[in-house]
Every structure is written in structure tokens, then in C-alpha cells.
């Protein structure tokens, strides 16, 4: 349309014009004005028709101010225009940019180039020379460029044919290259390999055959405790794939961790290490409980010595990591199993609900309500009996302390709180429980007891569980039921004073 002619050429000129003109900062400020005042819809139509080499030659500058400003102008046009055609017309420029020494500009280079890489990641495969400058600005002394090139990397890497260069000839070497820059480096090359490996099989191979896992495995035999707390937490990334759970373990490298556990009590740096081990297990072990609670002993007999460890933090972990097993039914099955064990467990974390410092009282509480976690879907006999059960191990009187807990001021013991509740309401040994104690019906229906966003929300989930199940008719009775469907329809917000006295205007 005509609208779209003038502000094309009137962009035109001002970009044609910047060379000459003795204000460049002042043309810059115009251009960026008119590009902000367009719609997208207009910018698109505008941005292929004009010629914005003169705004690439501003980024090149000795004032900052014309390269922020230039910066600024060349994202609303580059973000106008589709991925591949920008790495096609300006891919001499985005290299150049990439190694620029103002920060924005190289951001700048590295967004489009994320683009394209999320737009279609095998559009990068020939273009040796921009894959080149993205790993050098791995490391780049800016986190937030090096998380960027990170990012590209790893998309490309996700690419069946973006793998294989990847991991294979000029970009493999310049990876190895970079890694020898500092141990910061190293990890960030390292994290960013464990992304792509963790992708599927095939990526996995490919980062295998380059040699980058047995270089993270051999990071643990290292004596730098750091080093091995980070080696611990990627390979843990990549436990939490099947694929890369049975790579570590062909590799030896499970058996590894677990003998470096079974030794932390002979070595007092080795100390250092439990809490990164114990999470490493855990984490794996929501995802795989059987094959790591059946064939993994020195973790299981580790973590729950460490539940009755007078070292609160490590208690802590211990408590955290035993909820973060037990999540799910197979987990809830595969503790099940360690029957005194688990009981004893249950019970250290009920006594920890019950009296102890508030980080492990927090803990112990968000571990209570992932073991009380129980979708309608999962009910079958034997996964309602382990969490009856469970529930009535962890102290005299659970539910009355629960109730006491979720009246007191502090959030992060509400919160959790309220989610065990929630859990309990949606199985029907818990829906009993609930209707059997004195004040809770009428708890639930009271919307002053809470004055937070989280806590009404929570209070709403509890109504609307109870109103989903369909045990809830028979344990609680019908005309309760029409008073949580009341609840319910006047949503988590409602506020009945404010109606009422509208209401009452209005009359």
C-alpha cells in the first residue's frame, strides 16, 4: 500500500544517507522511531525492498553510542526479514560481528544465528566459517554470549546432519581448541556435549567417538574437588537418559561414583563429594528406581544412614533425595521393597516435620508430599496401601500436625503442606482421614485462612481433588459435596464481603 511506499523510502533515505550525514546518531534515533512506529506486518513488507549495509558499517564506529544505536536499528530490521535470508546476504557480516568487541553487537550476531539454527539447524551445516566463530565465542569472556553460542550448538548438535560436524573435522578441532582456555571452558564445552549427547543415541555416538565423554569420565579421577563436583552433576544430566544411564554404566562409570561413595566415611575431602553423589543417585533413581535401589547397595545403605546423619545438611539431602525417589509408583514399589529400611526413613522424616531446624523441616515436609503423591490413574491396591501406610508412619496423629502447620505464618512450611493435603484428598484412605478430622470441613470452605496467591490456589486444588474423586459422594456426603462445587464455581480469588456489598449498592 501506499503507506508502506513512503515509510520504505523515507528508511531508504535516511539509511542511504547515514554515510554523509553529520548527525549519525541523530539519523539512527529517526530510523529507529519510524521502524517502532510500524507493525510487523508493515515492517516485513518494508525491510526486503531497502539496502542496510550503511547501518552494518555504523557498528564498526570508535563512538559507542553509534554502535548502540546502530545495534538497536539492525534487530528490528534483521528480525523483519527470515532466518535463512539473513545467514545467506549478511553472513561475512554476522562472522565479523561474532569477534566485535562491543558485547551488544555480538549478541546481536549470535540471536540471528540462533534463529537459524531453530528454524532449521541443517541450514548451518555448510557454513563452516559462522560454526567456527560461534565456538570461539564459547569462550567468550561474557556469560551471556557464551550461553548463546552454547545454545546454537547445542540445536545444531540435536540435527541428525548437524551432528556429525559437530563432532567431526575443523569445528571438532576448534572445540578442542577452546577447551584448553581455562577449566571454565572446558565445563561449558563439557555441559554444552552432555546436552547434545542427551538428545537421542545417535548424538550420544557422536560426541563418544570425538572422545568428549571419556575426557568427562577421566575429570572425576582428577584432585581438584570442584572439577569432580561438576563432572558429577553433568554425568548426572546424562543419567537421566536411558541411553546415556546405560552408556555411564558401560562405561563403569556408575560403579565408579558408587565405590567413590562407599569411601567419603575413610576419606574426609571425599566428604566434599557426598552430597553431589547422593544427588547424582537420586536423580537417577526417580527416573530408573529398580535398576539403581536393586543393583546399586552402597547408595541405598548410604542414603538412609545419612537420614539419621547429625549433619543437618546432609540429612537434608538425604530426606530430599528420598522424596525425590518416591515420586512416582515405581519408586514408591522400589522403596517399598527396603521395608525397615523405608519405615525407619518415613518415620526420621515425620520426626522432622515434627521438630527440627526449618531448612530440614522444609525438606522433610516436600519430601513428605512427593511419597503422599498419588495420581487418580496410579490408585491400584498395593500403591494406596504404601502410602496409608507411610502416612500413618510418620508420626502419632499426622493429619493434626499437618493442620497446625498449614495456620502458621511461615510460607515455605504452608506451601508443601498444603500439597500433602491436596495429595491425600485425591485417595479414598486419605478423603476418610480428612472427613473424620474435627475442622477440617469447614477449613477448606473458610477463605480467610489464606492471603496468598499460593495458598488460595492450593486450597482451590484440595476442593477441586475432592471434587474430582469419585469416592468423595460416599466419604463426605452429598450436601458437602454441593457446598465444595459452590467453592469450586466461584473460583480461588472469590471475595464474598466485596459481592455482598455491591449487591447491596446496586439494590
Avoid at 477463605?447 to 474423586?469: H, M, P, Q, V, Y
Wanted: net charge negative; aromatic share 6%; hydrophobic share 40%.
Amino acid at each position: 500500500n501506499r503507506y508502506s511506499e513512503i515509510m520504505a523510502e523515507r528508511v531508504s533515505e535516511l539509511l542511504d544517507s547515514l554515510p554523509s550525514s553529520v548527525d549519525v546518531i541523530g539519523s539512527l534515533h529517526e530510523i529507529k522511531t519510524i521502524l517502532n512506529s510500524l507493525h510487523p506486518s508493515t515492517l516485513k513488507e518494508i525491510v526486503p525492498n531497502v539496502s542496510f549495509n550503511t547501518v552494518f558499517d555504523c557498528i564498526n564506529s570508535s563512538e559507542s553510542e553509534v554502535i548502540e544505536a546502530s545495534s538497536d536499528v539492525l534487530q528490528q530490521l534483521l528480525q523483519a526479514l527470515e532466518p535463512l535470508v539473513v545467514l545467506t546476504q549478511f553472513q561475512t557480516e554476522l562472522i565479523l560481528g561474532m569477534s566485535h568487541s562491543n558485547v551488544k553487537v555480538r549478541k546481536l550476531c549470535l540471536k540471528q544465528i540462533l534463529c537459524v539454527a531453530e528454524n532449521d539447524g541443517s541450514d548451518l551445516v555448510p557454513c563452516e566459517d559462522v560454526l567456527i566463530q560461534v565456538v570461539r565465542c564459547l569462550g567468550d569472556e561474557t556469560l551471556e554470549v557464551a550461553l548463546l553460542a552454547a545454545k546454537i550448538l547445542t540445536t545444531l548438535g540435536q540435527n541428525s546432519a548437524g551432528v556429525k560436524v559437530l563432532f567431526s573435522g575443523v569445528i571438532l578441532e576448534e572445540l578442542t581448541s577452546v577447551m584448553e582456555k581455562s577449566d571454565i571452558i572446558r565445563y561449558r564445552v563439557f555441559e554444552m556435549v552432555v546436552n547434545v549427547a542427551s538428545s537421542s543415541n545417535k548424538a550420544l555416538t557422536f560426541a563418544s567417538q570425538a572422545g568428549f565423554l571419556n575426557q568427562l569420565v577421566n575429570e572425576i579421577q582428577k584432585d581438584d574437588i570442584l572439577i569432580q563436583l561438576n563432572c558429577i552433576e553433568l554425568l548426572k544430566d546424562l543419567a537421566l537418559h536411558s541411553h546415556g544411564l546405560a552408556y555411564l554404566e558401560q562405561q563403569g562409570v556408575v560403579t565408579k561414583l558408587e565405590i567413590m561413595m562407599s569411601q567419603c566415611d575413610e576419606n574426609p575431602l571425599m566428604g566434599f563429594l557426598l552430597p553431589g553423589l547422593i544427588k547424582f543417585f537420586g536423580n537417577v533413581a526417580r527416573i530408573h528406581p529398580n535398576e539403581i535401589c536393586d543393583q546399586f547397595k552402597a547408595f541405598t545403605n548410604t542414603l538412609f544412614g545419612l537420614v539419621t546423619s547429625p549433619d543437618q545438611s546432609l540429612k537434608g539431602i538425604a530426606i530430599e533425595t528420598v522424596g525425590v525417589i518416591g515420586e512416582r509408583p515405581e519408586g514408591k514399589l522400589a522403596l517399598e521393597k527396603m521395608s525397615n529400611q523405608m519405615d525407619n526413613a518415613v518415620k526420621v522424616i515425620g520426626g522432622a516435620i515434627k521438630s527440627s531446624p526449618e531448612e530440614v523441616r522444609s525438606r522433610a515436609i516436600e519430601s513428605a508430599s512427593n511419597l503422599m503423591a498419588l495420581k487418580l490413574e496410579d490408585h491400584t491396591m498395593e500403591l494406596l496401601a504404601i502410602t496409608e501406610n507411610w502416612f500413618n508412619r510418620l508420626i502419632p496423629k499426622p493429619l493434626e500436625l499437618l493442620l497446625e502447620i498449614v495456620q502458621q505464618p511461615l510460607l515455605e512450611l504452608r506451601v508443601p503442606t498444603l500439597t500433602i493435603i491436596s495429595h491425600l484428598a485425591v485417595q479414598p484412605w486419605g478423603q476418610t482421614m480428612l472427613n473424620n478430622q474435627p475442622g477440617f470441613n469447614e477449613y477448606i470452605l473458610n477463605r480467610s485462612t489464606e492471603n496468598t496467591k499460593e495458598g488460595k490456589e492450593l486450597k482451590f486444588l484440595i476442593a477441586k481433588n475432592l471434587i474430582d474423586s469419585p469416592s468423595v459422594p460416599e466419604i463426605f456426603g452429598r450436601p458437602y459435596l454441593l457446598r465444595l462445587r459452590e467453592y469450586h464455581r466461584e473460583g480461588p480469588f472469590y471475595v464474598r464481603a466485596q459481592a455482598e456489598v455491591a449487591t447491596e449498592e446496586d439494590s
